[in-house]
Nanobody
Framework: QVQLVESGGGSVQAGGSLRLSCAAS????????MAWFRQATGKKREGVAI???????TYGNSVKGRFTITKDNAQNTLYLQMNSLKPEDTAMFYC???????????????WGKGTKVTVSS
């Protein structure tokens, strides 16, 4: 079992930045694949970024060049640095983890409860 707790969400104006954190606990020694997803009101959950067990990263097309996913293995914490935020980035952001590789598909086994990001124009 892996427990995930997100933080760092909030309200920001367009063009601003936020840094999300996801603290992992439990069976983290298995070094699971980890990812960030988001879900806007009335829309499907969308893969934002993933980080593989070897540290390589993949981003969704809508956030490439603006968001950066990193992981601090010593602190068991996943981060998402979000720059140049746009109103269309407004969503609930979720941290996810799984022993297996799901890329940007929302099939991960473990999920946090989410943190809200609101970007105003």
């Amino acid at each position: 079992q892996v427990q995930l707790v997100e933080s760092g969400g909030g309200s920001v104006q367009a063009g601003g930045s936020l840094r999300l954190s996801c603290a992992a606990s439990g069976d983290t020694y298995s070094n699971p694949y980890m990812a960030w997803f988001r879900q806007a009101t009335g829309k499907k959950r969308e893969g934002v970024a993933i980080i593989d067990t070897d540290g390589s990263t993949t981003y969704g097309n809508s956030v490439k060049g603006r968001f950066t996913i990193t992981k601090d293995n010593a602190q068991n914490t996943l981060y998402l640095q979000m720059n140049s935020l746009k109103p269309e980035d407004t969503a609930m952001f979720y941290c996810a983890a799984d022993p297996g590789q799901w890329f940007l598909l929302p099939e991960y086994k473990y999920w946090g409860k989410g943190t809200k990001v609101t970007v105003s124009s």
